[in-house]
């Protein structure tokens, strides 16, 4: 192991970076052209796109557990356990994917909160059908994602990911525009271009796994177990706590918009533009919380109780520090982004309102997400996740509501509206982000002990 962690952590969270922002533009892309194909069609994707993530995020979640578990084996170099490991991740992914695919097979009670008419709830219920084919392929490949990220060889996955970017384009505009005998399918065309990717990157990576020399002293396919309990068992202690760490995150973003919609269309598309630079912005610091979560667990499994603290430290500094100075730069750079966002004066005013909470928030962010991934190599998610449940939902997102709506009449003029949700958010945040440090701090430094205790 090196005696460096940053440098490894900052290699491999790189890689994961450049796979993140290939996702990500799978919904840019969708956005994009169903937006050119009709505004209804857009207004449908916006829905079910909401539905899906919100349900998505936390089933990978649940599988994320991978991670920490195969990092510690590899740094115990126990190639077979590292095999064992990764079949029952795929029992877990099926598992957990049966529920999904039964929640987008039928989501009326979702989608009655939308208040959406009923063609629109339609078109949503189509795409939703579509992608419920697509949920176990997309789980099963997060196997593969934390597999080779529990290995420190996350660029293989990102290769992947990057491809299936150029994938995806043409065949959005050949499913939602029609062509070669093929009728126009509009938003569901986006599901189904979806559903054709994840089936190939899934195609991919078992090739990968029964072709690339790394993955030989796994022995992944020398015999196969049906699911164990034991293992399944630490895994889910594991998973279900981080899944719901991410859906109070996903969440709390689609519940604010929902509230910041009462104050009108500005409000909400000035909420709209910072909550997507939020989102772009957040793959950094989340690319290096997932680098060092692996490497920490990697060091774990090594026998090196000291030099993992030390990787958990410098994964933190380095994911809060890199969230400073790209603060700093979307505050210098908030002229150009609003004029690339919109040509509206009252919307780019709206936004720039919101500026300074983002470049807080992003600091914020970038410490808890940081802290929480060392933290479940330690195998702690539980307390962080009544963390977020806490935080996001009963300080940022009620304490919000009341600051924006002065339902104590007492809140100043610049905390009305929007800014009301963004400053409550970002104070939840910077709360939960301490506790989670402090949490480190005790659970690494027991770790020191001989005992462990």
Known sequence: MMTAPWRGIARDAGAILLGQLATIGFGVADTIMAGRY??????????????????????????QALIPVIGQHHGAHAPERIGEAFRQGLWLALGVSLPGCLLLWWPDAVLSLAHSTPEMAAQVRDYLHVLAFGLPLSLLFRCYAGLNQGISRPLLVTLLQLLSLVLKVPLNAWFIF?????????????????????????????????????????????????????????????????????FFEVTAFTLMAVFISHFGTVALAGHQIVANLASVMYMLPLSIAIAT???????????????????????IA????????????????????????????????????????????????????????????????????????????????????????????????????????????????????????LLYRSVSRRALQPSGR
């Open 38 to 63: 009709a505004s209804t069609d857009l207004a449908a994707l916006s829905i079910g796109m909401a539905v899906y993530i919100s349900l998505h995020v936390g089933l990978a979640g649940i599988v």
């Open 178 to 246: 029609g062509g070669a005998g093929l009728p126009a399918l509009g938003v569901v065309g986006c599901a189904l271009a979806t559903v054709v990717i994840h089936a190939a990157l899934l195609l991919f990576a078992l090739v990968m796994l029964r072709l690339h020399p790394i993955y030989r002293p796994f022995a992944l396919w020398r015999r196969w177990e049906g699911p164990r309990w034991a293992a399944q068992r630490e895994l889910l202690r594991l998973g279900l706590p981080t899944g719901a760490a991410y």
């Open 293 to 315: 979560g692996a490497r920490v667990a990697q060091l774990r499994g090594a026998g090196d109780a000291r030099l993992a603290r030390v990787a958990g430290w410098q994964g």
């Open 318 to 437: 380095l994911a809060v520090g890199l969230a400073v100075v790209l603060g700093l730069l979307l505050l210098l750079a908030r002229p150009l982004l609003l004029a690339a966002y919109t040509q509206d004066a009252a919307v780019r005013a709206a936004a720039s309102a919101l500026f300074l909470y983002i470049a807080l928030y992003q600091v914020f962010d970038a410490t808890q997400v940081a802290t929480a991934f060392a933290l479940r190599s330690y195998g702690v998610a539980l307390v962080p996740a009544i963390g977020y449940a806490v935080g996001l939902w009963g300080i940022g997102l009620a304490g919000g509501y009341m600051l924006a709506f002065d339902l104590g009449g007492r809140t100043p003029d610049w905390l009305l509206g929007a800014s009301g949700f963004w400053f409550g958010n970002a104070a939840a945040l910077a709360l939960v982000a301490g506790a989670l440090v």
